[in-house]
């Protein structure tokens, strides 16, 4: 026991050393662009704390809870309409770095580059209540696992939707953090939010950076939160 979790702290420390390296590099990039005032932005220690968190939850999650909900929605979801299982789409993640996002599929085929809406035809009836309990998004804990993502950040936007981000400076600092299964945006009605909204309100995050506020994002998240992004 003692073993495996000496393995962990050292696999994540290295890790976030290599995070670490990375962002002073997309750092002095981004400033010999823009001439931006200073920013506060994650510590090491934050960084190794909240990467342990994120390997050990999703590791359980993985484990347990994950393979249940693949037997059970994945015959609901089969039977209900047409298409995979798991819905797979590129992401933009750390670092500005593409990765391919898992969820449960709610959507009929053909409907992975589109907008969607509340109560959006696109969406099955399955698909609906998946969204609405976020069911949907257990796969990505296994985006979790492999470093792509964490449990609380900023939403990873699409790649097809990141240009109406890329216009705004500030988009830069979204990149200094794993994108989220859910954020600070996801408890706040983030699918009525504007571009400059959402972005307002990870920047607030990025800026109260606390374990306490990731254990209050996620409560808010199973309560009260809209369907994510």
């Known amino acids: 026991m003692y073993l495996l979790l000496g393995v962990i702290v050292f696999?994540?420390?290295?890790?976030?050393?290599?995070?670490?390296r990375d962002i002073s590099v997309l750092r002095k990039?981004?400033?010999?662009?823009?001439?931006?005032?200073?920013?506060?932005?994650?510590s090491l220690f934050f960084r190794f704390l909240?990467?342990?968190?994120?390997?050990?939850?999703?590791?359980?999650?993985?484990?347990?809870?994950?393979?249940?909900?693949?037997?059970v929605l994945g015959?609901?979801?089969?039977f209900s309409s047409e298409g995979p299982i798991i819905f797979r789409q590129k992401r933009v993640g750390l670092m500005g770095r593409e990765f391919t996002?898992?969820?449960?599929?709610?959507?009929?085929?053909?409907?992975?580059?589109?907008?969607?809406?509340?109560?959006?035809?696109?969406v099955t009836s399955v698909g609906r209540f998946i969204r609405k309990t976020h069911l949907?998004?257990?796969?990505?804990?296994i985006n979790v696992l492999k470093g792509d993502m964490s449990l609380v950040g900023p939403r990873p936007f699409a790649v097809y939707a990141v240009k109406e981000f890329e216009q705004i400076p500030e988009y830069f600092q979204r990149l200094l953090l794993r994108p989220g299964i859910t954020g600070m945006a996801q408890i706040n009605s983030g699918r009525t939010l504007s571009a400059e909204e959402v972005l307002k309100l990870?920047?607030?995050?990025?800026?109260?950076?606390?374990?306490?506020?990731?254990?209050?994002?996620?409560?808010?998240?199973?309560?009260?939160?809209?369907?994510?992004?």
């Open 11 to 20: 696999f994540v420390w290295k890790q976030e050393m290599q995070a670490a």
């Open 29 to 42: 990039e981004y400033l010999s662009h823009y001439k931006f005032k200073t920013w506060k932005e994650p």
């Open 50 to 71: 909240k990467r342990f968190t994120d390997l050990v939850v999703s590791l359980i999650v993985c484990i347990t809870i994950l393979p249940i909900l693949y037997i």
């Open 75 to 78: 015959l609901i979801i089969k």
């Open 101 to 122: 996002c898992y969820k449960f599929r709610s959507m009929y085929l053909n409907s992975d580059n589109l907008t969607i809406t509340r109560n959006d035809s696109h």
């Open 136 to 141: 949907d998004e257990f796969p990505q804990f």
């Open 202 to 229: 990870d920047l607030q995050y990025i800026s109260n950076f606390y374990c306490w506020n990731d254990c209050c994002i996620i409560a808010k998240t199973l309560c009260f939160a809209d369907d994510a992004y």
